[in-house]
Nanobody, 127 residues
Framework: QVRLVESGGGLVQTGGSLRLSCAGSGGSLRSYSMGWFRRATGKEREFVAAITWNDGSTKYGDSVLGRFTISRDNAKNTVYLQMNNLKSEDTAVYYC????????????????????WGQGTQVTVSS
């Protein structure tokens, strides 16, 4: 059973950048499609980005498209989320999630498709 640990969150000013990391243990993340989600206070969990396990294709939520980049380093068993040009509305707890060898990539934006979740890391963007 894979375990996920996020890191890299913190406080940043509007327009700044952060890189989140999601480190896996207990299994190789190369067999998992990986997603990043976030939840702001008082709001529902929102899809941010995903990367598939087989061909590395990516998908992004509309609110982060062009600003965030998801990537993976299978040798380090880690998935990253590079966040640029941060806005106050990006403030949230960010979670990474893993889905073992899904048969389709059409569900990567839905949280119910993922079996494993990290504990989250807080990102706060101040104006």
């Amino acid at each position: 059973q894979v375990r996920l640990v996020e890191s890299g969150g913190g406080l940043v000013q509007t327009g700044g950048s952060l890189r989140l990391s999601c480190a896996g243990s207990g299994g190789s993340l190369r067999s998992y499609s990986m997603g990043w989600f976030r939840r702001a206070t008082g709001k529902e969990r929102e899809f941010v980005a995903a990367i598939t396990w087989n061909d590395g294709s990516t998908k992004y939520g509309d609110s982060v498209l062009g600003r965030f980049t998801i990537s993976r380093d299978n040798a380090k068993n880690t998935v990253y989320l590079q966040m640029n040009n941060l806005k106050s509305e990006d403030t949230a707890v960010y979670y990474c999630a893993a889905d073992f060898k899904p048969a389709t990539s059409r569900l990567v934006q839905f949280d119910y498709a993922y079996n494993y979740w990290g504990q989250g890391t807080q990102v706060t963007v101040s104006s």
